[in-house]
């Protein structure tokens, strides 16, 4: 990737389902979140600031604070699905800390050049107010006994990942199909192939 220039697509991923683990999913299997150039194109990316937005200030502290968000939601939602809530009591008590902070951006409609709606913010947004915005998505998902009977640990070989499941009959193993779906179809195929051979 050129110096300055925006990731590509398959570096960054919004496949979860929800924001807040969009963010979770920044730290696998490397850092993505290593610059601040990356920190605008996740914003973007997740929605929750339109493509090209200004964001005066944002800076390091910008990944340290987004990061460590990251690593809180992290440990919430693992000690959701292993059952281990006793393990969380500080994470959550910054998470709700950090959803309470400041206000989340105001999103507001305004007429393109062509004549079409297109979505803006009201203000250019700071830190406080993005994380905020994370931090509420993650207050709302864990306390949505609905949408966290659906977090699924990915089944794909190493791989950290949790999701929500939606699919049809509940059946969705892997974070992405095109992704550690198909490195475990590929594994099959191997070992196939190995035990046709012996």
Do not use: K
């Not at 969009?22 to 990356?38: F, G, I, K, Y």
């Not at 973007?44 to 493509?51: D, T």
């Not at 059946?171 to 475990?184: F, I, L, M, T, Y």
Request: glycine content about 8%; some cysteine.
């Amino acid at each position: 990737m050129a110096l300055g220039a925006a990731p590509a697509p398959y570096e960054l991923r919004f496949d979860s389902g929800r924001i807040c683990l969009d963010l979770v999913a920044t730290n696998h299997p490397v850092e993505r979140l290593d610059s601040v150039e990356q920190l605008r194109a996740w914003l973007a990316g997740a929605g929750l600031v339109p493509a090209g937005a200004r964001l005066p200030g944002a800076g390091p502290p910008w990944l340290t604070g987004f990061r460590e968000l990251r690593g809180h939601i992290a440990q919430l939602v693992r000690g959701e699905i292993e059952g281990r809530p006793a393990d969380t009591v500080a994470a959550l008590d910054r998470v709700n800390a950090l959803a309470a902070a400041a206000a989340p951006p105001a999103p507001c409609a305004v007429r393109a050049a062509d004549g079409t709606l297109v979505r803006t913010l009201r203000g250019d947004p700071g830190c406080a107010a993005l994380v905020a915005a994370v931090a509420r998505d993650a207050v709302d998902l864990l306390t949505d006994s609905v949408a966290r009977a659906l977090l699924r640990q990915c089944e794909g070989d190493n791989c950290p990942i949790v999701y929500l499941d939606t699919s049809r009959g509940r059946r969705r193993r892997w974070c992405s199909s095109e992704v550690c779906g198909n490195r475990e179809r590929v594994a099959r195929h191997r070992r196939r192939a190995a035990l046709a051979r012996t």
